[in-house]
């Protein structure tokens, strides 16, 4: 089996904080967000004993995400009002695969595979910048790595019934390069 292509399209986030600021140069939030809907597509080739048999699978699917962390950054000085800085953080993330199908055109077949959701260990790696606009509100903008752990589908039925055998497919290592705006409000 050689894989061809695969991978996630891009979706939204939306999330918000709570943090405290310990000093000028190091400070600490709560954070949770949901990671909207991507659709997952994938290619497989396979040679068969017989090349009459040779072909195909295609897959789709859907996940999303429910992410909280707990994150702590250390802010690198400020030049005229903009400040570097640098951060990491872990927690858990709700990952679902949801709309699995499986297409093998040549052989006539499909299957798919229902909603299911796994609490994963998730941890996150972030630069950026801030930008003080007025003395309690901050606009950022920051590069992050995030490791969401693993997925998987629920178990995958073929059209013609299904097996005995519990068979979801898996989502190994899901990861994300994320770049992030943000509005910071410093309450005295």
């Known amino acids: 089996v050689t894989n061809l292509n695969k991978g996630f399209e891009i979706g939204g986030i939306f ?32 040679i068969a004993p017989d090349p009459a048999d040779n072909g195909t699978d295609e897959y789709t699917a859907i996940k999303s995400e429910w992410l909280f962390l707990a994150n702590a950054y250390v802010d690198l000085g400020n030049w005229r009002g903009i ?7 872990i927690g858990a993330s709700r990952n679902t695969i949801s709309g699995f199908t499986d297409v093998n055109t040549p052989q006539g077949g499909l299957a ?8 994963q260990f998730a941890w996150a790696l972030t630069a950026g910048l801030g930008y003080q606009i007025t003395p309690n509100t ?10 969401l752990g693993k997925a998987k589908s629920g ?13 979801p497919m898996y989502f190994n290592h899901l990861t994300s390069q994320d770049v992030k705006f943000s509005i910071r409000y410093k309450f005295n």
Do not use: C, K, M
């Open 15 to 46: 999330g918000g904080g709570i943090g405290y600021q310990f000093n000028d140069w190091f400070r600490a939030d709560v954070t949770g967000e949901y990671r909207g809907p991507a659709t997952f597509h994938g290619v497989d080739s396979y």
């Open 83 to 89: 400040t570097p800085f640098v951060g990491g953080g």
């Open 112 to 119: 798919t595979g229902a909603t299911a959701s796994t609490w």
């Open 138 to 147: 901050t606009i950022e903008v920051a590069y992050r790595y995030l490791d």
């Open 155 to 167: 178990d995958l039925v073929p059209f013609d019934g299904p097996g005995s055998i519990d068979n």
